[in-house]
């Protein structure tokens, strides 16, 4: 396989003619002699004419290659300048590079946001700018789960004109109630939010749209193709990011569909991978971005969602039900919610706090056990299900915030954790998030700023007012369920955030599971088909599908773990608590 | 003929061609272009369900993908190309505006051209014939590869009308393509009921693929952006001046009725009487 270096201009049409002269030179650079095995020192920089330094002044020095060890199969040496060294060592190990002038990880509301600034921003100072996001899912929006009751906050801010654009933004939230719920009654209490101004949206559509506008913007969106790999230069700068090889078969050897993934890099890497986004995670420890400013760890939940089709005479759409209480024990931080959408679907979910004590907690079967609940079942009785999905989120909010800057790039949205808890909102945040960082980087590599200033514009913003108030409310209910309504209700009611003091987080989820012998196996219900199902009738709604002959997706860093501590101590809890059931 | 490597190809196709009819390798004798129609229909692993107005099945807001039989055809004209037989592959998609990305991901896989003959018709596969027909009469190519198949409809008809319009030999099912290109002659092995059947057929052919033809190769990212400046020709059906009147029309379209669940038995005695009193079978 030969290397093939691209350069990209950032408008299109010369980018073509580049291409077209590109074809017509033949630049093919000679192929690698199958027999010699691939080590850093049989490869000398191409030479060709693309080598020295890209339009925009990137410098590109190819002796900083010179001085890598030999390749050893097992490690694997993060690249420079456009040679990473993937596991499999062979002569094809020479990947292809392609540049930009920001690389944007994940389409999501934070990934879009930031690339719709960056392009308003070319416009507005007319220098154009390359940029590029890479999505995982198949097609924009296919990996995006959540509520949703949208604040259009910073939706107005972005795109001022929505509402003549054909946004999927049409049912506005027409109520507010709140109930806690025991086994078998409802007590309506006041709500503490507020939605009026706010939509029930299905977010993954409204995700499809910015999309839309990103790309009609000249934004380059490539989906299906997930970042596997951080690529570093020689003085640790987050440079780009690698894509998965694809066509590896289940025992990792090369199927004849394989294609090696691809280097892509950008002089700001903003990474907006979602909740604990698997890259956002290894730069943050990498950099010690938590420590740098004194965050808390982050701490979870998990989501796990459902969109029912019901009957016209129970449908109405913008009425906004959350729950507390059943079937979560008053230990179990979680709640359920249940939001009217269009079409007579509802959306309607259960959030458990992954900090809960019971290692046979079972979140997928507690959200089973809910809809069996007679104010919710009323609702219910009659529809279908159509889709199912589950997806943890952050709740850590503003203590657990980390540095979001690091040398090469920033990380935004749920990656850093931008959700405001109480409210149960975190698109909007992660949006601003989004639009800042696109601004920082706009000024980073046009008028010689830093990224910094997106950690600075943060603090003067109002994500950053909105967290700071709400930031009492979710660690009061390390004390309980009801001194923790009480302190929330004095929150809401009272202090609204203005107190000198910040409540910390407890302990780190994974810390706060309790040994299995303290606790009684929960004896769940029986699926009834109708408004409970197993877990493979929920996948099958899903719409998750997966090739047969894939490597494993699950890698655990030690096998031995599972038999020798989770069996024994806590009785598989992996087995409950993953609501997909991949852990057999 | 110096035999080029396109830039996207990896090494493992060589290995491919080697077993693909190589004698004639650096032999062209009149440079073919190969057709190749591919459907967007609804992607195969969405849970599909039927519309309130039971019109037809819900496709707004639902993931749409390249028919997988077609990726297949594709793949085998791509084929077919890199083994030097061939010198053009041109992708067809008869549909709404947004078949592009569909012929997008068509070009990006290796297609040097697409052809979109923009509808919002659902057209059934007579008329989807006779449009390729007419594409047929106007690019002249040697082959014609379509998918047996689309998932959507699975109606299996439209290869077979293709070849009946165009009076050229049809080889369905194909699980195994083979070109002699001196003799132009295909030699096609057929997934049958009975087993495999093996047909020669004289190019210029249609030959519609099943599903173990080929692995199609994923686009790689380089390519997905090459595709974008290689050209699509929009064209209308007025533009080939097809007759779209359809003999056929949808009345209703429902899911299947729910599958009840078995009754257990207790004497042979009461399986006769339910079979004959209940189910009216016997």
Known sequence: MHRFLVKLSSSSSPFSNQLRSLKNQRLILPLLPSSKPFTSSSVSPPPSPLNASNRFGYPYSADLFRNLSPLNPNSRILGVNGITSSRCISSEAVRESIEYDVLIVGAGPAGLSAAIRLKQLSQEKNIDLSVCVVEKGAEVGGHIISGNVFEPLALDELLPHWRQEHAPIEIPASSDKFWFLTKDRAFSLPSPFDNKGNYVISLSQLVRWLGGKAEELGTEIYPGFSASEVLFDASDKVVGIATKDMGISKDGSKKENFQPGVDIKGRVTLFAEGCRGSLSERIIKKYKLREEVNAQHQTYALGIKEVWEIDESKHNPGEVIHTLGWPLDPKTYGGSFLYHMNDRQVALGLVVALNYHNPFLNPYEEFQKLKHHPAIKGILEGGTVLQYGARTLNEGGFQSIPYPVFPGGAIIGCSAGFLNVPKIKGTHTAMKSGMLAAEAAFGALHEGLNMNTYWDNLRDSWVWKELYAARNYRPAFEYGLLPGLAISAMEHYVLKGKVPFTLKHGKADHEATDLARKWTPIVYPKPDGVLSFDVPTSLYRSNTNHDHDQPSHLRLRDPKIPEKVNFPEYAAPESRYCPARVYE | ?282
């Open chain 2, 1 to 282: 003929m110096p035999f080029l490597f396109d830039e996207s190809s990896s090494p493992s196709f060589r290995s491919r061609n080697q077993n693909c009819l190589l004698l004639h390798l650096f032999c062209c004798s009149r440079p073919m272009k190969i057709l190749v129609a591919v459907k967007r229909v609804v992607d195969y692993a969405v849970k599909i369900r039927v519309k309130p107005d039971k019109t037809g099945v819900e496709t707004q807001n639902v993931k749409m993908s390249m028919n997988p039989f077609c990726e297949i055809a594709l793949e085998e004209a791509l084929r077919i190309k890199e083994a030097g037989f061939a010198k053009e592959v041109i992708a067809v998609s008869i549909g709404p505006s947004q078949c592009v990305d569909t012929l997008r991901t068509g070009l990006a896989m290796g297609a040097d051209r697409g052809i979109h003959v923009e509808t919002n018709s659902i057209f059934l596969p007579l008329t989807i014939a006779k449009i390729l027909k007419s594409l047929a009469d106007v690019e002249n190519p040697g082959l014609i590869f379509l998918g047996k198949q689309a998932i959507d409809d699975d109606c299996n008809q439209t290869g077979q009308m293709v070849a009946a319009l165009l009076g050229w030999p049809q080889a369905t099912f194909a699980s195994k393509v083979v070109l002699d290109k001196d003799k132009n002659v295909a030699t096609v092995d057929r997934e049958v009921d009975g087993g495999l059947e093996t047909l020669n057929v004289d190019l210029p052919a249609v030959i519609t693929t099943d599903l173990r033809l080929n692995q199609p190769r994923y686009a790689s990212l380089p390519n997905i952006m090459k595709a974008k400046s290689k050209p699509i020709k929009k064209m209308t059906v007025q533009d080939l001046k097809v007759d779209i009147k359809s003999d056929i029309e949808i009345l209703e379209v429902t899911e299947p009725p729910k599958r009840k669940s078995g009754v257990m038995v207790s004497s042979v005695d009461e399986l006769i009487d339910k079979l004959k009193n209940e189910a009216h079978v016997v």
